[in-house]
């Protein structure tokens, strides 16, 4: 007997990395207690778990089913809107003269500070649905948004709050160190980050990971080593934001501290990438981001060619609007030389990688991983990547239960 019976898919997706892609044509998958028991071609999967008894058959008849996605970077929780700043850019503002204008981050910040515990859940929510119907089943989701104690533990909350009832697996990361407020030395905000806001953070026992936008003009290689080193005594993991605007030593700052991962990347050099490769630190592009700012991709190609396990994220926030990890699958074939497989990989079993959760098996759907799967309505995986602008994700599975149909 199984809970869930996925049957006659054209095609079954049951792991992709950067370096291979292992599938079966016309192919079941079941499903008990929330995690696969089988998976293979229909025939000898229904042989040994028939559709008669199962709780529930999903005839997937022309579709193919792919790992539910892994989105290991987002700013999903903020307040306010900023769509105006989309066509001020438009118009030749940069992204450094819109924040010296009180917009950007701090914009952001002033909205989130004013916005209630209850509107922060809601605007949560709403995104994870967006998210869950493009295929999303685990996403990370960064506080950063507050800027001060009270409010970074607000949106710590309010992420764990949203998440408890809320299908998509979410992984809560602390970003206090997101920009220095206005009115504040960047030495006197990462001693408040240090001394006052860390030890909150890990007494409230939300936050799993600690990130720094490491960043010229925001906190520096030494600033941004003592916030994670601090996060890390309180026992959160490490992750950086790094050569996104320029070429500071973030990857490199990344790599000495064995941080989970290092995203964005732009700017990072083959230094760089041997650096990673060498410390076991996951990569994650975010093309949108790049997209978004009308910039320079990270150079996809050279992490490859050491073997990078790379990932793909969308970096949901104000200023990089996208839900999709479709739409990053599809610019990183565009745009940075993935392949279809090579993308899918990135937005599932690399991207598990980036946010601690390779060994519990997400991303990928092999016996005894979590059911978390994406039906698409489409024949083949290569249809998220290549029929971009719409929506190829039908139906969603999150723990073996049906969580968008």
């Given at each position: 007997m199984?809970?869930l019976l996925l049957?006659?898919a054209s095609e079954?997706?049951?792991?992709a990395?950067?370096a291979r892609?292992?599938?079966?044509e016309?192919?079941?998958?079941?499903?008990?207690?929330?995690?696969?028991?089988?998976?293979?071609p229909?025939e000898?999967?229904?042989?040994e778990y028939p559709?008669?008894?199962a709780d529930?058959?999903v005839?997937?008849?022309?579709?193919?089913v792919?790992?539910?996605?892994v989105d290991?970077?987002?700013h999903?929780?903020?307040a306010g809107d900023r769509s105006d700043?989309?066509?001020?850019?438009?118009?030749g503002k940069?992204?450094?003269e819109i924040?010296?204008d009180?917009g950007g981050?701090?914009r952001t910040?002033?909205a989130?500070?004013e916005?209630?515990?209850?509107?922060l859940?809601?605007?949560?929510?709403?995104?994870l649905?967006?998210?869950?119907?493009h295929g999303t089943?685990?996403?990370?989701v960064?506080?950063?948004y507050?800027l001060?104690?009270?409010t970074?533990?607000?949106m710590?909350a309010?992420?764990d709050?949203a998440?408890a009832?809320?299908?998509?697996?979410?992984?809560?990361t602390f970003?206090?160190a997101?920009?220095?407020?206005?009115?504040?030395d960047?030495?006197d905000?990462?001693e408040d980050?240090?001394a006052?806001?860390?030890p909150?953070v890990?007494?409230?026992?939300v936050?799993?990971?600690c990130?720094v936008f490491?960043e010229?003009?925001?906190f520096?290689?030494d600033q941004?080593?003592r916030v994670?080193?601090?996060?890390?005594?309180?026992?959160m993991r490490?992750?950086v934001h790094a050569?996104e605007?320029?070429?500071?030593?973030?990857?490199?700052?990344a790599?000495?501290l064995?941080?989970?991962?290092?995203?964005?990347l732009?700017?990072a050099?083959?230094?760089d990438?041997?650096?990673?490769v060498d410390?076991?630190?996951t990569?994650v592009l975010l093309?949108g981001?790049a997209?978004?700012?009308g910039?320079?991709?990270?150079?996809?190609?050279?992490?490859?060619?050491?073997?990078a396990?790379?990932?793909l994220?969308?970096d949901l926030?104000?200023n990089?609007?996208s839900?999709?990890?479709?739409?990053?699958m599809?610019l990183g074939c565009v745009?940075m030389?993935?392949?279809p497989?090579q993308?899918?990989?990135a937005?599932t079993?690399?991207?598990?990688?980036?946010?601690g959760?390779?060994?519990?098996?997400a991303g990928?759907l092999?016996?005894?991983?979590p059911?978390?799967?994406?039906?698409?309505?489409?024949p083949?995986?290569?249809?998220?990547?290549?029929n971009f602008?719409?929506?190829?994700?039908?139906?969603?599975?999150?723990?073996g239960e049906?969580?968008?149909d």
């Open positions: 199984s809970d049957a006659n079954v997706v049951t792991y990395d950067h892609l292992d599938s079966v016309d192919a079941a998958v079941a499903v008990e207690d929330g995690r696969v028991v089988a998976v293979g229909t000898e999967v229904t042989a559709e008669s008894d529930r058959v005839d997937c008849a022309g579709r193919a792919v790992p539910g996605f290991p970077h987002t999903a929780l903020f700043e989309f066509e001020a850019k438009l118009r940069t992204y450094q924040l010296a009180g981050i701090l910040v002033e989130v500070r916005a209630t515990t209850e509107e859940v809601s605007n949560l929510r709403a995104e649905d967006v998210m869950l119907a089943t685990t996403a990370e960064k506080s950063g507050g001060d104690t009270e970074e533990l607000r710590l309010a992420i709050r998440a009832d809320h299908p998509i697996r979410v992984v809560p970003m206090g997101h920009a220095v407020p206005p009115g504040r960047a030495d905000y990462v980050v240090v006052e806001q860390i909150a890990a007494e409230q026992g936050a799993e990971f990130d490491c010229e003009g925001v520096s290689v941004s080593r994670l080193e601090a996060g890390r005594e309180y026992g490490p992750k050569e605007l320029s070429h500071l030593g973030g990857t490199k700052l790599a000495e064995g941080a989970t991962s290092a995203d964005h732009l700017y050099d083959a230094a990438v041997d650096a990673l410390a076991g630190v990569p093309p981001t997209f978004g700012l910039a320079g991709y990270a150079d996809a190609e050279t992490f490859l060619a050491r073997d396990p790379v990932a994220a969308t926030n104000p990089c609007y839900q999709s990890m479709p739409f990053a599809t745009e030389g993935l392949t497989a993308a899918l990989g937005s079993v690399n991207a598990a990688r980036a946010v959760r390779e060994e519990t098996g990928r092999t016996v005894g991983s059911a978390d799967c994406a039906i698409l309505d489409a083949s995986y290569r249809y998220l990547s290549y602008g719409v929506n190829a994700v039908d139906t969603v599975v999150v723990g049906v969580a968008r």
